[in-house]
């Protein structure tokens, strides 16, 4: 079946550092979208991405769709100490089903 | 004003009972979700419902069921309580669609359920 990976698990950063997590599928994605879960929190959506090789920002954050299709990213540039949580990478396999990648947990050190 | 509503917020019950958690969304959406969020944060979708309809169903133990009364609701009921079932639930919802995969998803605030 469809799996989604993740990495890294964790990464601690010291506040104004950048930030990459990569998210990696087993097949070929329609969609992909990713969600920011503070602790204690509940999964936010931030971003859905479509097209093969499609960047899209919002302030800090940027957000890279694969040209296969398999592949994504998240950049954080400098971050804040309100980025601290774990985001989750989510993938549709062209509606047959949508599985979460297992997500990377962010700290970040004031 | 809450988008989508669980209740309870928290559940501590015994091995072997039935419970409940009740899911409301006022957003008109289409397609409501229920997920799994393990001790490891993993999550996992159980089931979805489209307009009633079930249209996936994650090799869930039967013990669990998704009730919709209309679509605007999407209950789960467990029956016989195990100790592996303790997590967060998360109720979710999205538009919708020919695929309800390719629409944003939002989530409750979820349901922290403790097997003693």
């Known amino acids: 079946g469809q799996q989604v990976m993740q990495i890294p698990q964790y990464q601690h950063v010291q506040e104004g550092e950048d930030f990459t997590t990569y998210c990696n599928s087993s097949t070929t994605l329609s969609n992909i979208q990713w969600y920011k879960q503070r602790p204690g929190g509940h999964p936010v959506f931030l971003i859905q991405l479509v097209k093969s090789g499609e960047v899209k920002k919002q302030k800090r954050l940027t957000f890279q769709f694969g040209e296969a299709k398999k592949n994504s990213s998240l950049h954080i540039t400098a971050t804040q100490t309100t980025d601290v949580g774990t985001y989750f990478c989510a993938g549709d396999n062209y509606g047959q089903n949508f599985v979460f990648g297992p997500g990377t947990r962010l700290s970040v050190l004031p | 004003d809450t988008a989508v509503s669980q209740t309870p917020k928290y559940l501590v019950t015994q091995m072997g009972n039935d419970k409940s958690i009740k899911c409301e969304q006022n957003?008109?959406?289409?397609?409501m979700y229920w997920y799994k969020q393990d001790s490891k944060k993993f999550l996992k979708i159980m089931f979805s419902y489209n307009n009633k309809e079930l249209i996936i169903n994650e090799t869930v133990p039967n013990r669990f069921s998704p009730k919709s009364p209309d679509k605007a609701h999407l209950n789960l009921h467990i029956n016989s309580l195990e100790l592996g079932d303790s997590a967060v639930y998360f109720c979710?919802?999205?538009?919708?669609?020919?695929?309800?995969?390719?629409?944003?998803?939002?989530f409750g605030d979820g349901t922290r359920l403790s097997i003693l």
């Open positions: 979710a919802s999205s538009p919708g669609g020919w695929s309800a995969y390719n629409q944003p998803q939002h």
């Open positions: 957003l008109g959406h289409d397609t």
